[in-house]
């Protein structure tokens, strides 16, 4: 009945853009009542967190490698999340992930509830 759905991926070079964006649907699934975030995995390495944000938007977590560059952001009257993804570099490259969680208490994959099926995004150099 929960359904996330990531669009946006594909490829770009090395100081370029792109804007992932996960629709939500499903009778059973409140958008405005989840947090979501966005995680990524790059071959060969484990699914890390990426970006997350609370129900109304009003606080915003970034991963490190990616703060001053990625942009998350949601709007509740179109059960979309957004990732605004700016000056994307090499090691960007990886499958990206949107998650839904309804009580927050840490961004790990273990604490989410809902997961979409991923897009791909590479940055070639």
């Known amino acids: 009945q929960v359904q996330l759905v990531e669009s946006g991926g594909g490829l770009v070079q090395a100081g370029g853009s792109l804007r992932l964006s996960c629709a939500a649907s499903?009778?059973?699934?409140?958008?405005?009542?989840?947090?979501m975030g966005w995680f990524r995995q790059a071959p060969g390495k484990e699914r890390e967190f990426v970006a997350g944000?609370?129900?109304?938007?009003?606080?915003?977590w970034y991963a490190d490698s990616v703060k001053g560059r990625f942009t998350i952001s949601r709007d509740n009257a179109k059960n979309t999340v957004y990732l605004q993804m700016n000056s994307l570099k090499p090691e960007d490259t990886a499958v990206y992930y949107c998650?839904?969680?309804?009580?927050?208490?840490?961004?790990?994959?273990?604490?989410?509830?809902?997961w979409g099926q991923g897009t791909q995004v590479t940055v070639s150099s």
């Open positions: 998650a839904a969680v309804r009580i927050l208490t840490t961004w790990t994959t273990r604490n989410m509830d809902y």
């Open positions: 499903g009778h059973t699934f409140s958008f405005s009542s989840y947090s």
């Open positions: 944000i609370t129900q109304s938007g009003g606080s915003t």
